[in-house]
């Protein structure tokens, strides 16, 4: 017999606590992106991943790839250079074979959920280390370190929810 999970509704008020909000990523870094796929597909059964790269503003390079399964989108990000420390740092200095998870992403929905992102982690002491903007999201990282992993917070422009609509379903 064939269940399924029927989850409570939310409110997503991330001004009541951040892990209040649409969690819908989990992320690893890693330093060899053709490696981690690998794990990913052959290992661990995810087929299909869409792909985005680019220069950082340090001049540096980051590739991320990225696939839902279910609910979940996962994403893998490899980081080279100035400029992805906020990746780079979660990886041990060694030229092995590494992966190490570095964040559950949080879909935002619109300017009051991010103004209150902001302010909760102001009120409760947590830094945010890192903060962008592109043409697909507005993101910002916050450090809780207590968890052990970051916690990032992404709020999407129509061209960055159409990418998320893009990324295959496995």
């Known amino acids: ?5 029927e989850r409570p509704p939310t409110d997503f008020d991330s001004g009541a606590g951040l892990l209040l909000l649409e969690h819908f990523q989990m992320a690893y ?7 981690a796929r690998a794990l990913l597909q052959q290992r661990l059964g995810i087929r299909e991943f869409a792909r985005l790269a680019g220069e950082t503003e340090g001049g540096g ?13 996962y994403e893998l990000v490899c980081p080279r250079g100035p400029g992805s420390e906020i990746f780079s740092n979660s990886l041990p200095r060694t030229d ?3 992966m190490r998870h570095h964040h559950l992403g949080y879909l935002v929905h619109n300017q009051s959920q991010w103004d209150a992102v ?3 982690a102001a009120a409760h002491g947590f830094t945010i280390p890192a903060q962008s903007s592109n043409p697909l999201v507005d993101v910002c990282f916050v450090e809780v370190p207590e968890l052990g992993h970051y916690l990032e917070y992404l709020f999407a422009t129509e061209a960055g929810m159409a990418f998320f609509d893009s990324v295959p379903r496995n």
Do not use: H, S
């Open 61 to 73: 390079f980051i590739e991320a790839e990225f696939a839902w399964v279910g609910t979940i989108m």
């Open 1 to 5: 017999m064939a269940y399924k999970l």
């Open 96 to 98: 092995d074979f590494a």
């Open 29 to 35: 870094v890693t330093n060899d992106m053709d490696r």
């Open 118 to 120: 902001q302010a909760n």
